[in-house]
């Protein structure tokens, strides 16, 4: 496993970083940069994606032949770790979620018509997207085994009734990836789920609210969503009947590993914040960065933050070999998570007041790391699927190769 860059993969993340430095960060100072919603504007946000494609940093999740780059996993957390160097970082260069996520999927399993008609707005940047899952108690959360939303067929058209929550994105998604219940029997719990496509325009369905957080806010927030008769066209099923539960697999593994690469920047980020402000500030005639106990802090953050990318690494390099990677994703997922907040919180205590007020990004990076324990699958749930994989491997779940 050489998990050295190759020159190709290597410019784009110098490029990437380049881009960044230069058109992004300026923008975290500036109070009208941001939305109501502590995010980048979208106006903002749009003229920087045309720039960003232009500079061809655009879609690197995407298969060139429908406009993305098509790097390789490995390739992707290089680019990805240097785009959230900044928090708009991602979203510039069309790899924030959920749209990577959404992209991903409809790449490798719509069909062509559905890739032109649903997945070709996203990649250029004209429309946003959501995938509608999770659900109040007690329906689906992260057993997706539990989901109550029911579509029921009549004709050549379903129609869909239930309520989710969560749905990352909502607010300003135009086209969206609905997983219902379509089989009445329970106890067909592989079998039970089916993925549907439906866009904004249609009737049938409605946003009951945008639900406030600690934030800050993704694009589109979290939503309540209510369905209440929507007709979805058989035409616009995705796969087939029943394989629901095969989208959410396909999906959501790549997509956990691609918030790690994420948070692998954010947390480098903090790092380099925290190490400016000791280089230079001084208490009782000793500058901070010779001080014993903020060194050890450093030297934890900077060896965690290693570990988290040999294990985003590897796990990236295993996708890349054909393999689903669960168990790999899985510890990435759970170590990466916890990373994320121990590097927010280390810097704003080595910055201390300043670290604590808004004249840093620190305190936003702090309150978005609060959720990476729980989305995507809470770090229980990939702890539990770490043990059962031990269960089963016994001394194998070490093996070489």
Known sequence: ???????????????VSAFVAEHILPLESDPSAFNDYE????????????????????????????????????????????????????????CAAPDDANMRVLAQVAREDQKERWLKPIVEGK?????????????????????????????????????????????????????????????????HLTAFLFDREQIGWRIVRRIAHMGPDEHGGVCELEFDGLE???????MEIGDGLRVIQIRLGPARLTHCMRWLGLAKRCMEIAGDYISTREGFG???????????????????????????MHAAWKIDQGERANKEVSMAKVYVADLLSKAADSAIQLCGARGYSKDTVLEWIYRYARSA???????????????????????????WG
């Open 39 to 94: 995010n980048i504007r979208l106006d903002l946000r749009d003229q920087l994606r045309a720039k960003a494609r232009n500079a061809g940093l655009w879609a690197p999740q995407v298969p060139k032949a429908l406009g993305g780059l098509g790097l390789p996993m490995v390739a992707q957390a290089a680019f990805y770790e240097a785009s959230n160097r900044s928090i708009f970082g991602p979203s510039i260069f069309n």
């Open 232 to 238: 979805i066209p058989d035409e616009n099923r995705l």
């Open 1 to 15: 496993m050489d998990f050295a860059l190759d020159s190709q993969f290597e410019d784009y993340r110098t490029r």
């Open 127 to 191: 429309v946003n997207s959501s995938i509608v899952m999770t659900e109040p108690a007690p329906g689906g959360g992260s057993d997706p085994s539990m989901i109550r939303t029911r579509a029921e067929r009549r004709g050549d058209k379903w129609i869909v009734t239930g309520r989710k929550w969560f749905i990352s994105g909502a607010d300003i998604a135009g086209h969206f990836i609905l997983i219902a219940r379509t089989d009445p029997d329970p106890e067909e719990k592989r079998r």
């Open 373 to 399: 324990r729980i989305v995507d699958g809470a770090s229980e749930v990939h702890r539990m699927v770490l043990a059962r994989a031990y269960a089963k491997e016994g001394d194998g779940f070490w093996r």
């Open 286 to 312: 000793v500058r901070l960065a010779d001080r014993e106990t903020v060194q050890v802090k450093m030297g934890e953050v900077a060896a965690d933050i290693a570990m988290g990318r040999l294990l985003v």
